[in-house]
């Protein structure tokens, strides 16, 4: 069988070990120490030190956090992209809290601003004026920021912006997660960059990145003894994890050229299939492509589905993955309210994505186009065949 060619994998750019024995050397092994200080300082110098930061034990530890700072609670609503991972959505339940989920729009297949201020309209007209927007830069592409952020300040609603998958990206300059009240970030096993397991919050706001630290270290007063007013989390980054961390950011510019590098590869070698589309990069907007998606359509392709790709890359012992279900979707959250068309049901029906990560060779590059074309080839042998 042939070695496997994976989504997403980790990627190593050879300075985290430094780090990590310096940890082990002193001893510093706890959730705390000098390369989370070091992490935390790299990431807001990268952000063009627009930012402070918070790093923590994942990203949905910091969602969670900056929903616990806005004072999100039971009986409250939360405004959330609907085309997302459920980590976006999850921590709206944490609090007992409502999510009211809006559909993407075509360009950036992210919030549609159309809808999303349908719906600030509509939960007012119900006496409910939601607490938070969650919009999400799905894999690496920009949301529309500065028309949701206007919305979001017309209407006085603080914007948390999850760019968990679009650390490098930017709009018109502009690093995304610091368009909102506060940033996530995710340094996951497959993201762009990463910890091992790891997030950070930030914010251009000193004092709730203070606030968030506080929380994630248990909340624990400052006293001789343990003593605590507020409920907290362990939800800090341990000095391990951000020494992989710091050894990353050296070479996450190189990261970006690199997936940027897999989209274009792709974008030539499947551009005589006219089936087969890509998610577009609009004007000003500059996407890490964390991921390579294609949508795959049906009517040109003679019946060859997104599925039938993925099957047929399976076969291979080459990882794919169908794009996110959207939130609305899902069984746990189908109760919730919804503003919009159909917009992410089609994405989600039609969508792929491919493998992008960074270390990816051209072999494998090439294997994973040469199986695409073997579909399309198979399927116009089929249809030229006589009756």
Known sequence: MNPKIWLSSPHMGGAERQFVNEAFDTNWVAPLGPNVTGFEKDISSFLDNEVYTAALSSGTAALHLALILLDVGPGDEVICQSMTFSASANPIRYQQATPVFIDSEKDTWNMDPVFLEEAIKDRLMKGKKPKAIIPVHLYGMPANMERIVAIANQYDI????????????????????????????????????????????????????????????????????????????????????????????????????????????????????????????????????????????????????????????????????????????????????????????????????????????????????????????IAKKRQNAPQ
Not at 224 to 231: D, F, G
Not at 328 to 347: D, K
């Open 158 to 377: 603080p914007v948390i912006e999850d760019a968990a998958e679009a650390l490098g990206s930017s709009v018109n300059g502009k690093k995304c997660g610091t368009f909102g009240e506060m940033g996530i970030l995710s340094f996951n096993g497959n993201k762009i960059i990463t910890t091992s397991g790891g997030g950070a919050m930030v914010s251009q706001n000193e004092e709730l990145v203070k606030r968030a630290t506080f929380l994630a270290t248990q909340a624990r007063d400052p006293a001789p003894h343990y003593q605590h007013s507020h409920i907290g989390y362990n939800y800090r980054m341990s000095n391990i994890c951000a020494g992989i961390g710091r050894g990353q950011m050296e070479v996450i510019a190189e990261r970006v050229d690199q997936r940027r590098a897999n989209y274009l590869f792709y974008k030539n070698a499947l551009k005589d299939i006219t089936a087969i589309s890509f998610q577009g990069e609009p004007a000003g907007v500059h996407s890490n492509r964390w991921l390579t998606t294609i949508l795959v359509d049906t009517e040109k392709s003679g019946g060859i589905t997104r599925e039938d790709i993925r099957l047929a890359l399976e076969k291979e012992n080459i990882e794919s993955r169908p794009l996110w279900k959207p939130m609305h979707l899902q069984p746990v959250f189908r109760e919730f309210p919804y503003y919009g068309s159909e917009v992410a049901e089609t994405l989600f029906k039609d969508g792929l994505c491919l493998p992008s990560g960074s270390n990816l060779s051209q072999e494998d590059l090439e294997r994973v186009m040469e199986c695409i074309k073997k579909v399309f080839a």
